[in-house]
């Protein structure tokens, strides 16, 4: 999102005020519109990050097992999978302002006439609304920070899908 979409916005407000001749009071301050935007945008930071840091991690790694990989969701506009050794980490956006974060690992069985073993944990991001409009993202009703919540799943997720 650019940071001048909003002033962007009130322009066209303005000549569309001027066209009609209509003055609409209730416009400009949308919060459905706001929360969906900034669901989009977060997960596309956190996407940014993690690719930065798999990248890293890729090339540090002497060899190429257990290298990780990083998808786009299809029919998603901004949700990401990391993928290594059979286990999954989604973000995905569920609602305007709510981001889940799933690990899931299909655990094969190797005993015939038993299905594959399925273990998912879900952890719930949420945005709450600071001062003049202000998006803060949550977990546990405590504020987040980028960095700190790309490490933390970063590290869990290696160690996690280590063989």
Known sequence: MDKLDW???????????EESGIVDVSSG????????????????DLKQIFIESASAF?????????????????KTVADFMLFRNGYKLVFSA????????????SAASFLPGE??????????????????????WVFNSKEIQLDYLVRYYMS??????AK
Do not use: C
Request: no cysteine; charged share 25%; hydrophobic share 40%.
């Open 7 to 17: 002033i962007k916005e009130l322009v066209q407000e303005e000549q569309k005020m």
């Open 29 to 44: 301050f949308d919060p459905d519109k706001i929360l969906r935007e900034e669901t989009i945008e977060f997960l596309k």
């Open 58 to 74: 890729n090339q540090l790694k002497t060899t190429t097992i257990g290298h990780i990989k990083i998808y786009a969701i299809s």
């Open 94 to 105: 569920k609602a305007p302002g709510q981001i889940a974060i799933t690990f899931n690992h």
């Open 115 to 136: 299905s594959a073993h399925q273990n998912v944990h879900q952890d719930l991001l949420t945005a709450q609304w600071g001062a003049f409009g202000q998006v803060n």
């Open 156 to 161: 869990r997720f290696i160690k996690e899908s």
